[in-house]
């Protein structure tokens, strides 16, 4: 048996970029009615500012960055609908996170790294297996409750409230990373942290990292309070 100097595992919503799939696919398959998801999003061409805009949004659903203020209430109720309705979908258009390649370049070290996967369902493990061109990523099939977290020294969550959902008795003395993104931080001090409830509880026993899901990725160094400065800065750049 192999043996390695870290073993890490992260999970798929680290390393998928599912919500720019959601937003893919309520551009072309359900924004047939004007009024409830933002015009200027849904006719943008522009990849980048889009994935930038699910990575600046607050709120942990990807529905609240486009939709109309009239309907942002309907947020989650809307989400659940969309997927139920277009779950596989959705996975099978999820473009991969830089994180994914990173993952990559780590199993090339010799037994030095292990990565292991957590997927929720046979669906997601599907889509990490026909991305795995190194097929050397282990995949675990299972509820993160149930996870025996006795063996990894890293957990990487895309999502960092995530975290409270293993059993937090085996949270302990691990490296905890997560996206760098809006909805996993909030102000400090001099600059954003760590949602602080959640860091406050494990950064006693732990170590915790942010990483950028895309290498080109700059989180803006002061917030952006509303979608109406973000349509602003990107207009005065097409000027």
């Not at 895309?214 to 750049?237: G, R």
Request: include cysteine.
């Amino acid at each position: 048996m192999v043996q390695y100097g870290i073993n890490l595992l992260i999970d798929f919503e680290c390393l998928m970029d599912v919500d720019y799939a959601i937003y893919t696919l309520i551009k072309y398959k359900y924004n047939k009615k004007p009024g409830i998801f933002d015009e200027y999003y849904m006719q943008s061409d522009d990849i980048n500012f889009i994935k930038t805009l699910m990575l600046v949004r607050y709120d942990l659903n990807p529905l609240t960055a486009l939709l109309t203020p009239e309907y942002k209430e309907e947020a989650d109720s809307l989400y659940k609908q969309i997927m139920e309705a277009d779950y596989k979908t959705i996975l099978k258009v999820a473009e991969a996170y830089d994180t994914f390649a990173l993952m990559e370049s780590y199993m090339k070290t010799e037994n030095v790294i292990s990565v292991n996967v957590l997927c929720k369902d046979e669906f997601q493990a599907e889509v990490i297996k026909k991305l795995d061109s190194s097929n050397k990523f282990k995949i675990i099939i299972s509820d993160r409750s149930k996870v025996n977290l006795s063996d990894f020294d890293a957990i990487w969550v895309g999502k960092f409230s995530h975290i409270m959902g293993f059993d937090l008795r085996q949270v302990q003395g691990k490296h905890i990373y997560t996206l760098r993104a809006k909805y996993n931080l909030e102000r400090g001090k001099v600059t954003e942290i760590p949602k602080l409830d959640i860091a406050v509880y494990l950064a006693k026993v732990n170590k915790i990292f942010l990483v950028s899901p895309y290498q080109w990725f700059v989180l803006p160094v002061e917030p952006l309070t509303d979608d109406t400065k973000i349509k602003e800065e990107v207009k005065n750049d097409e000027d």
